[in-house]
């Protein structure tokens, strides 16, 4: 009888135990290029989600649940994209911080919303991601509609006489921010005198440069990442191509500069105001900073994910159902978040977009990096 007692006390004990350790995991999924050409994208998402969850967690979790991150590794492909997403729906992931390229995030998004999936991006910023309807598609960046606009009239008012080449490398991202850009110029009655498009992983643009320099361009917009526009930068200068080239947040990596070398001088891009500069993000910066890592471009828009998934769960009252938890993003903000307080549309767009005009420079240290103009 004791024997039998002891083993039903140490099952009750067990099933308590492992119903506790069950409830204490809400699963969330980062994903982005982990690996591949555009990893340095990648590790600020990834390093941006690991910091919010070891921070929310060291607080006391999420009405007393612990969050579980899980790393998807899409290599900005589409189709690797769509392969984490299922592994994220068969490992029971219901939250999803990422992804990084708007044509990953697109169709990835479709997977989660058939399966209960809540998906918020800290960068894709082609429009479609949210216009399709989905009741799960939220970001905490701008759009490109936005962006381009901005990058229009900034062109319209200071390059007026310029001769543009519109570059993009036919991704939704790229060519998606090359159009609208393109769109905004037209309407200002600037017309480009060359539109083409590259494919991502080209190395070699001297036909390009060659057709740029016959047709007299002394501005480049590049839509697309900085892995080529690095190299069109640094080619262009190679060959005396003497235009300087403006882009979007697509670039704003250092790397960016350690492609192009010193011809990467005088380069522009739009993004939001420096993140880091929030008053915010100024504990969060020295963490990261004391880890050494810079937390540059969007690792706080990662960071920013996380902690509006968690409070939208605690205010929801339980982590169980996504489509309320989205339903309460959209209505019980704004959202106090280490890039400042963010709302949300019926779209799932952030009610405060900002863009603002980056040059590229030598700081204080000697190296180039990008300061707002």
């Not at 979790?61 to 590794?73: I, R, T």
């Not at 939220?138 to 319209?156: E, L, M, P």
């Not at 937390?295 to 159902?321: C, F, M, N, W």
């Not at 767009?349 to 980056?358: F, G, L, Q």
Request: aromatic content about 8%; glycine content about 12%; some cysteine.
């Amino acid at each position: 009888m004791k024997k039998s007692l002891l083993s039903a006390v140490a099952l009750t004990a067990f099933i308590a135990f492992s119903g506790s350790a069950w409830a204490a995991d809400i699963l969330i999924g980062v994903a982005g290029p982990i690996t591949g050409p555009n990893a340095a994208f990648g590790a600020q998402l990834q390093k941006g989600a690991e910091q919010a969850v070891a921070d929310i967690n060291a607080a006391g979790g999420v009405n007393g649940q612990m969050l579980k991150l899980e790393v998807g590794d899409d290599v900005s492909d589409p189709k690797q994209g769509i392969s984490v997403a299922n592994k994220f729906v068969a490992d029971g992931v219901k939250y999803v911080d990422g992804h990084f390229n708007s044509g990953v995030s697109i169709p990835a998004s479709e997977v989660y919303a058939e399966n209960g999936i809540l998906e918020m991006t800290p960068a894709a910023t082609n429009p479609q991601f949210t216009e399709r309807g989905l009741w799960n598609t939220f970001r905490t960046c701008g759009r490109d509609d936005q962006q381009g606009k901005v990058a229009g009239d900034y062109i319209a008012k200071n390059f007026k006489d310029a001769k543009i080449a519109i570059i993009h490398d036919k991704t939704p991202y790229g060519q998606g921010l090359a159009d609208e850009t393109k769109k905004n110029l037209n309407a200002d009655g600037i017309k480009e005198v060359m539109y083409e498009g590259v494919n991502v992983g080209d190395k070699d643009f001297s036909a390009l440069i060659a057709k740029m320099k016959e047709n007299g361009v002394t501005l480049i917009y590049w839509g697309g990442l900085h892995t080529e526009a690095g190299l069109i930068i640094r080619q262009s200068a190679d060959q005396g191509l003497k235009a300087p080239l403006f882009s979007g947040d697509g670039i704003v990596s250092n790397e960016l500069a350690s492609i192009a070398g010193d011809a990467v001088a005088g380069t522009l891009n739009t993004f939001a105001p420096d993140p880091r500069k929030n008053p915010a993000a100024k504990e969060v910066v020295e963490k990261f900073r004391a880890a050494g890592f810079e937390p540059e471009a969007y690792t706080l828009y990662s960071y920013a994910a996380v902690q509006i998934i968690a409070q939208a769960i605690v205010k929801t009252g339980s982590a169980d159902d996504p489509q309320k938890v989205a339903a309460t993003i959209k209505s019980g903000g704004p959202w106090k978040t280490a890039i400042g307080e963010i709302g949300y549309d019926a779209k799932g767009d952030i009610t405060r977009p900002d863009y603002v005009i980056y040059e590229w420079k030598k700081g204080d240290d000697g190296k180039y990096s990008y300061f707002e103009k």
